[in-house]
């Protein structure tokens, strides 16, 4: 009975689903190919390019704070394409742009969609995939981990050709993953509660949530500070610069996907998480003393995967499961948080660099990423308990929301239909 629970057995409207999440996850790592060449041909510096970071994900963060009351209003079929839609536009407006601060001004607009669509999509994806909890966590990091490591390549393939072409080219796969939904994924009924446009923040207010959160922030500033503005000290071209990323974001996946819950079994959430946010400072570190070494950037950007990989799914997990909100709303609340020092990073990499030296942005990227490790250790007891209990306590000290109980109705219609 084991092929039941995998992960990789589900419903057609939860593969519609985690395709639009590949395509939307695409949209992190598409512009890094194409950093230097934005700079060059639109005559733009490093830190208003950085600004395509920025624009897009300081835009996400604050939409998510929107996106329950949004979802619980219209329906989370309704909500997932209103956000597919927006990406389709703006992506397709900033392959058209002619200026920086237009590609900028409608990447904000691109992450406005992304917001409306990751943070639905993970709810419906965890309420109507086979295999629980834990299956669901393993799917949609699939899609995250797919979708980081084919984003560089697709930029860097496109981008060789022209600029224009990654951001064209989402457009259209994201058309294609907005058709799949409509068809696939069954209409969902009104719902029965409207969430409050207050609850992310105020689940602030509880520690563990608000913790793991910020761990999330200081670990996302590392995250996107490498890469961000990494792609400048390597010196190669867009092709070359999208076969680094792709190599990084393959060990993203690899270790999201298969090397976070086998030492996550071994170790512990926390003891895990500990060293992994160790090792992504150490190779902030390392590229901030050799800065001018491409092979050593180069060499400490692809390693850097393995512990982004293990992060990205031990932080999601210990966010949507020590929670005692609603999974949505901490999808929400972790979401804001976290892309807040995501969206900041980049730009103030810039600044650092020009102003100060290319080797501050990164030695700052290392002692956040630091801070964050030591924050962790006040919510260890929580990160100690099993998967199994924590799953069976958040359940048990939340209602089912308005999101999830439509994902629970569209799943029910799916397995009916298969």
């Not at 920025?54 to 329950?68: E, H, R, W």
Request: proline share 5%.
């Amino acid at each position: 009975m084991t092929s039941e629970i995998s992960p990789f057995r589900q419903p057609k409207a939860v593969w519609a689903v985690a395709f639009a999440c590949v395509v939307s996850f695409m949209g992190i790592g598409l512009v890094d190919p194409i950093l230097p060449a934005l700079a060059t041909q639109l005559d733009a510096s490093h830190t208003q390019v950085e600004l395509l970071f920025t624009s897009y994900l300081i835009v996400t963060a604050v939409a998510m704070l929107v996106t329950g009351a949004v979802s619980s209003r219209i329906g989370a079929k309704r909500t997932l394409i209103a956000g597919l839609v927006l990406i389709v536009v703006f992506a397709g407006a900033a392959g058209a742009s002619d200026s920086i601060a237009g590609i900028v001004g409608f990447r904000a607009g691109w992450g406005l969609g992304n917001a409306l669509f990751i943070a639905t999509s993970l709810a419906v994806i965890v309420a109507s995939a086979s295999g629980g909890f834990a299956g669901a966590i393993v799917l949609y990091e699939t899609a995250l981990g797919i979708g980081i490591a084919t984003g560089p390549l697709l930029g860097g393939l496109l981008g060789n050709v022209s600029w224009r072409l990654p951001f064209l080219g989402v457009s259209v796969l994201m058309l294609i993953a907005l058709v799949a939904t409509v068809v696939f994924l069954p209409p969902t009924p009104r719902p029965a509660r409207r969430s409050s446009l207050r609850e992310p923040l105020a689940a602030l207010r509880h520690r563990s949530l608000r913790s793991t959160s910020l761990v999330g922030l200081l670990y996302n500033w590392g995250f996107f500070t490498l890469l961000g503005y990494a792609p400048f000290l390597m010196d190669l071209d867009a092709l070359a610069l999208g076969g680094v990323f792709f190599a990084w974001g393959v060990l993203v996946a690899i270790f999201a996907v298969f090397g976070a819950p086998w030492l996550e079994g071994h170790f512990g959430t926390a003891r895990t998480l500990t060293a992994s946010l160790v090792c992504v400072a150490v190779v902030l570190a390392l590229i901030g003393t050799f800065p001018g070494q491409r092979w050593v950037v180069i060499a400490a950007v692809i390693a850097s995967g393995a512990f982004l990989g293990l992060n990205n799914t031990l932080v999601t997990t210990a966010v949507m499961s020590i929670s005692p909100v609603p999974r949505p709303v901490a999808s929400a609340t972790y979401g804001f948080v976290r892309f807040i020092g995501g969206g900041v990073a980049p730009f103030v990499a810039g600044l650092l660099a020009e102003h100060l030296s290319v080797h501050v942005p990164f030695l700052l990227g290392a002692v956040v990423v630091l801070a964050g490790m030591l924050l962790l250790q006040t919510v260890r007891a929580e990160l100690d308990t099993s998967p199994e209990d924590r799953e069976a306590a958040q359940e048990a000290t939340t209602e089912i929301p308005a999101v999830a109980e439509e994902a629970i109705t569209a799943r029910d219609a799916a397995i009916h239909d298969r």
